[in-house]
């Protein structure tokens, strides 16, 4: 224990600036820079601090993109803090950046050990190490675990468990293939939100209806786990896919709701779970009144509920509930495996409203195989969705391959990538050839964005304020809704 209370660790987001707007990067399957000033509660991140704290490491939470440090009271505060080991989170569009940050850090702090991790970093793992003098690159989604077992690797001599990549003789090795199986979820102990400044990430975000709102995870990350376009399947392939038991789960919001006042849940597993476990949490939550302390919101697919499970969750406090459109034609749904219908959407979007939940919906364009017609279709489809009071808010993104994902490996065989300068990956413009031009595209966006802001939808969002939170929630999601405009200018 001595030697793990000697050795610190600090859980780092550096600042990184842009003209282009602030890094949408922690606990987040897409980047993009933006102006909305969102920002996302790193929940795995967060939970690995929790488990090094308890077994006995000193653990600094550093994130500046959230405190809105800039770099140079980022750097003094990491030169006081001095630590043994600095773990950095990264994505594709800021790969090079970090690169860049961690040869600066190397020069100052030298003793210190550098590690990366990320659904870029798994997926590409010794790129990193030939760019930069990173020491251990982190490969799959169990940051805390793996971060565990690395820091008793360097203060006990821990043999390390399979998925680290690092030098040893100036040779790039690794520790073997990642697996998540003997990861159990349950034992870890519940995240310490004091340690990881959580007051931070609790206000600005526009999927907190009440405030403060907090994040959580439930499951990593998504049973279907499949889709040929997400991120996070390098980080959590499907068939690893592992949840908290509903009793744990509950645990966490009572957690919440008792100590810090929590308002607003929302969790980010990749698809909520469903089936038995789905019911068995929602009856807990009713059980323990819960429901009557806080709301909760959550990622869902289509064609898995029923309207009595659909009834349940409003009963047991649900609010918002986003799903993965993606697309109105079958063979776009096809090729990026959603394993979903068309038909779903509207009838999942009937009875989520049935319930009187409030359905958000994701939507992409730029896919290679899709004709402007196409992509007017699924907005067409999307705005009477919105006509008819279906729908309640809309994220419209441009499809971007990441490293390690079916659809990289789609583009790159048929030689449909226009680039693989990673910072171009961050959806400011189009990598993929598309029968659509950059700049069509960025406008469907915005017409798509614009088409939805009807006077029907207009009064169907204030027929609903029943309080004046609802009324400062609509003032700040219109308001993120006209900066998010900004971002595909």
């Known amino acids: ?25 922690s606990q987040n399957r897409q980047f993009q820079w933006t102006h909305t000033d969102n920002i996302i509660y790193p ?17 600094f939470w550093d994130d500046a993109i959230a405190e809105k440090l800039n770099y140079s009271a980022w750097l003094s505060r990491l030169l006081e803090n ?20 961690i040869t600066e850090i190397k020069k ?19 790129e990193s190490l030939k760019k930069c003098p990173v020491d251990f690159v982190i490969t799959g989604g169990d940051y805390d675990f793996m971060l565990l077992n690395l820091c008793r690797h360097l203060t006990h001599g821990k043999k390390l468990e399979p998925g680290f990549y690092f030098k040893k003789n100036n040779i790039i090795t690794n520790s073997g293939r990642f697996s998540l199986k003997h990861h159990s979820l349950d034992p870890l102990p519940l995240i310490d939100r004091q340690l990881t400044k959580w007051h931070l990430y609790s206000v600005r975000n526009s999927n907190f209806k009440y405030t ?56 980010d597993s990749g ?18 009144k819960l429901h009557q302390k806080v709301t909760i919101s ?110 990289f490996n789609y583009c790159r065989r048929n030689k449909l990538l226009k680039t693989t300068d990673w910072d171009k990956y961050d959806m400011s413009q189009p990598v993929i050839k598309s029968r659509l031009s950059s700049t069509n595209q960025k406008k469907l966006i915005q017409q798509l964005f614009n088409g939805i802001i009807t006077p029907k939808f207009l009064f169907n969002q204030i027929i609903h304020i029943r309080s004046f939170e609802d ?13 998010k405009l900004n971002d595909f200018s």
């Open 43 to 59: 929940v795995i991140p967060a939970s690995a601090a929790t488990l090094l704290s308890q077994n006995g490491y000193t653990v």
């Open 108 to 126: 100052l702090l030298p003793q210190a050990v550098i590690v990366l991790m990320g659904d870029h970093v798994t997926a590409l793992p010794t």
């Open 298 to 407: 959550c990622n869902m697919r289509f064609g898995v509920l029923n309207q009595s499970q659909y009834q349940l969750m409003a009963q047991a406090g649900f609010r918002m509930l986003l799903y993965g459109f993606e697309s109105a034609n079958q063979k776009t749904l096809d090729k990026i495996n959603k394993n979903n219908r068309v038909g779903n959407a509207l009838q999942d979007l009937t009875m989520a409203k049935k319930a009187n939940l409030f359905p958000h919906l994701t939507a992409m364009i730029g896919y290679p195989w899709e004709t402007q017609n196409d992509t007017y279709q699924t907005f067409e489809v999307v705005k009477n969705f919105f006509r008819r009071g279906l729908a309640d808010s809309i994220q419209a993104t441009i499809v971007i391959p990441y490293p390690g994902t079916p659809l």
């Open 271 to 288: 698809t909520f779970p469903v089936g038995e476990w789905l019911e068995n949490f929602c009856h807990l939550i009713i059980q323990k």
């Open 1 to 25: 224990m001595s030697a793990a209370k000697n050795f610190s660790v600090s859980i780092s987001y550096p600042p990184l600036s842009s003209a282009k707007g602030s890094p949408f990067l």
């Open 471 to 483: 009324v400062q929630h609509l003032f700040r999601y219109t308001i993120k809704f006209f900066k």
């Open 82 to 101: 001095n630590p043994s080991l600095i773990a950095i989170e990264t994505k594709t569009p800021v790969i090079k950046k970090h690169w860049h940050l």
């Open 212 to 267: 403060p709102g907090a994040y959580t995870m439930f499951s990593r990350d998504c049973w279907w786990g499949q889709c040929t376009f997400c991120s996070w399947t390098t980080l959590y392939p499907g068939k690893q896919y592992r949840c908290f038991s509903p009793n744990r789960a509950v645990a966490e919001i009572e957690n919440l709701v008792n100590n810090f006042k929590v308002k607003e849940i929302f969790d």
